[in-house]
């Protein structure tokens, strides 16, 4: 009885496969932006469905967001610098500092507001095509896009309805 219970689940386990070695410029590109387009949807999601929310707790909901793209982006930079990749470790260092001036662009008008979001979509998707390194870093890359792209969506509704 328990044979035939596992049965099933190793033919699961030998048909799985392995994360991608090698990724196109291509198909890193189309994955960021699949990774923003989901991330700014769940941004819009959220923010229709918690309503208007004021100036301070938007800083607050935006703080660990922003730090964990940060954390994201800190890591793709060492492992740029240790490969001697100075212009992908460029557009990452410049990914930081547009995650931590953001929260500066917050209370500023709409039209303004959208500097910091579109210079940190940006500079993911210009690190996505320069980079030839380990593919984890793409999927590091995907998840900066998704956390971005959701936090400019849920502010971006905020202060268009605001």
Partial sequence: MTYQTILPLQRVQAQARPLRTHFLRSERLVFLVGAAALG???GFTMAVALGRQDMWTQLLAA??????ALLLGCATFVEAQRRGAHGCGAMAAFHG???IAWPLFIPLSASLFWIAPAAAIGSVLLLASCWNGSPGAIYRSAAQATLVAALAGYQ???IVLG
Avoid at 63 to 68: D, S
């Fill in 156 to 158: 971006g509704v905020l």
């Fill in 40 to 42: 700014g949807l769940a």
């Fill in 63 to 68: 703080a660990p967001v922003l730090a964990t």
């Fill in 97 to 99: 500092v547009s995650l």
